[in-house]
């Protein structure tokens, strides 16, 4: 069985490892995208899908459990702004935005 590390240093990595996926241009990086803005924001940016996790590669799915993980022993709310993520994950919004 996979041990999922759910400190600080291993969200942050992971967040970078789905940061690039989601601006890659693929069906994982579909959902992934969805779930940081969900994360980001669900109310307005949309949502993820649970179902989700079983089209994505496991070590994609890991990097999911992870952050689901830090965020859920942290107290308070994180977003990807508190690892300094914030103008990537602006920059995924945009490449949603409509021509």
Do not use: C, K
Request: net charge negative; hydrophobic share 55%; charged share 20%.
């Amino acid at each position: 069985m996979d041990s999922i590390q759910i400190d600080h240093v291993s969200a942050e990595a992971a967040l970078v490892r789905l940061i690039d996926v989601a601006q890659s241009d693929t069906g994982q990086s579909v959902r992934v995208a969805n779930f940081l803005l969900a994360w980001w924001n669900g109310d307005d940016l949309g949502h993820f899908a649970i179902a989700d996790l079983f089209a994505l590669d496991r070590a994609i799915a890991i990097d999911v459990a992870t952050i689901i993980g830090f965020l859920a022993v942290h107290p308070g709310a994180v977003y990807p702004d508190a690892f300094g993520r914030r103008e990537e994950i602006v920059a995924l919004i945009h490449r949603r935005e409509p021509a």
